[in-house]
């Protein structure tokens, strides 16, 4: 367990991610400089934001703020691993942001207008399905403080890969302006969106995230030689639920189907979920951030 404080104010829910990670960095250093047992999987911070961001702490209520705790399992037997669902799908080509207003207004897609970039993609064969279409952009998967660079950080991040993390933030996409520019949901304050940075399109339905929800419980289990976890911790999105699917209960028997038993699990639903992408936790939304306990075999 780690305790990390809070910047004046709260700060950006980012920043606190960030913070968590600080307090890993040295369990990042140890797992890539000593090569520990790759039984013991990586170091991983799940979680989420309260709904209304109010926080109750010993009878009180706050109005903001924070609080994480991570658990290391390293040296106890327990391995511990993230299954982070963003609900979502990928299609069409990776798209270069090569103009940006403000901090979530995109004014150039590979050096052209996006509306006119977008359009086709938007109509063609490729789409897979109804659905609200999202933008996935890949950020930073390095640790905040830790290797970036060397072979021994790039084989962890290899291993992050095979772990099914994701390697992007998916944010919803608003609207166009009269002038063809993207308008597109902040990535985080501390992060906006820049030129050089890649896109991809995505599309969000209950279909897509029940279906990516069991693929990626399954390559969980796979992963395992069969074996479920002993325990799971998740945390959904409060748009997820019955308001997505129209009934309760539905990721729960999804998860129990691929399990083939039941598992005890805790959870809530958040304003704002955290997980991996790669070695670094971001904030993510519409996200279901599962945690993973397991023996170590």
Not at 25 to 41: I, L, M, N
Not at 215 to 220: N, V, Y
Not at 273 to 290: A, D, F, I, Q, R
């Amino acid at each position: 367990c780690c305790s990390v404080p809070l910047p004046p104010g709260g700060g950006d829910p980012q920043g606190w991610a960030t913070l968590l990670d600080q307090a890993l960095a040295q369990e990042v250093g140890d797992h890539t400089a000593k090569s520990r047992s790759p039984g013991r999987g990586l170091p991983v911070v799940v979680g989420g934001l309260p709904v209304g961001n109010y926080v109750y702490v010993d009878g009180e209520s706050h109005r903001g703020g924070g609080f994480g705790v991570a658990l290391d399992g390293i040296g106890e037997g327990v391995r511990l691993d993230a299954v982070v669902c963003q609900g979502s799908v990928p299609f069409g080509p990776w798209l270069e942001i090569t103009g940006v207003r403000e901090d979530h207004v995109i004014t150039g897609l590979n050096g052209q207008n996006p509306r006119e970039v977008l359009m086709p993609l938007l109509h063609s064969p490729e789409v897979p399905g109804e659905g609200h279409t999202m933008a996935g952009v890949f950020v930073d998967p390095t640790p905040v403080t830790g290797l970036p660079g060397t072979s021994a950080a790039s084989a962890s991040l290899a291993l992050a890969a095979l772990d099914g993390r994701p390697n992007c933030l998916v944010r919803p996409m608003h609207r166009f302006t009269p002038e063809g520019y993207l308008i597109a949901s902040p990535l985080t304050e501390a992060l906006p969106y820049a030129p050089r940075m890649q896109l991809q399109l995505h599309c969000h339905s209950p279909e897509q995230a029940l279906a990516e929800l069991r693929a990626r419980a399954e390559h969980d289990v796979e992963r395992h030689g069969g074996r479920p976890p002993g325990a799971a911790i998740i945390v959904s999105c409060g748009a997820r639920g019955s308001q997505l699917y129209g009934e309760e209960g539905v990721e729960s028997r999804t998860l129990r189907s691929v399990w083939g038993c039941d598992v005890p699990t805790a959870g809530f639903f958040a304003g704002g979920e955290l997980g991996p992408v790669g070695l670094k936790t971001y904030m993510h939304g519409y996200t279901t951030s599962c945690l993973m306990l397991r023996a170590c075999a």
